[in-house]
């Protein structure tokens, strides 16, 4: 499968870890996910207050998302995380790679809030996805 991204990281701008600095969407269908959380079907909140095991779990609900519309990590394109621990990006991204299994990152951006939907839940992960 061809992926539908292509991924660019200017030498001139710092390391981006976690995340690349620019993503090129080269489908031509976009397709827009709702942040994903912590949540398993029963609504209770899985990992805890467990960043990195909430963290997994809102990576496999998005898999999911991905699934019904027939595509993979690989086609997202941009990726708006929130959470209520924006400094522990290091957390974030291991285990953001570990569900995807990859250490290829598309555009990203962390945003610190200061609570998400249910009180209990540490991160919430959207994504743009682009489908030929």
């Not at 200017?10 to 993503?23: K, M, R, V, W, Y």
């Not at 080269?26 to 805890?48: C, E, H, M, N």
């Not at 708006?80 to 990859?102: D, G, H, K, L």
């Not at 945003?111 to 249910?118: C, I, S």
């Amino acid at each position: 499968m061809t992926s539908t991204r292509e991924t660019i990281n200017p030498g001139e701008l710092h390391p981006a870890p976690g995340f690349s600095h620019i993503t090129v969407a080269k489908g031509t269908r976009l397709i827009f996910i709702a942040g994903q959380v912590a949540l398993g079907p029963d609504f209770s909140i899985i990992g805890g207050d467990d960043l990195g095991a909430q963290t997994e779990a809102a990576m496999r609900n998005l898999e999911v998302a991905l699934r019904a519309v027939g595509a993979t990590f690989d086609d997202v394109v941009r990726r708006t995380i929130y959470t209520t621990q924006p400094t522990e990006f290091e957390t974030i991204t291991a285990a953001i790679e570990r569900v995807q299994q990859s250490t290829e990152h598309p555009a990203q951006t962390i945003v610190g809030v200061t609570g998400l939907a249910l009180p209990g839940l540490l991160i919430e992960v959207e994504a743009t996805v682009s489908l030929a």
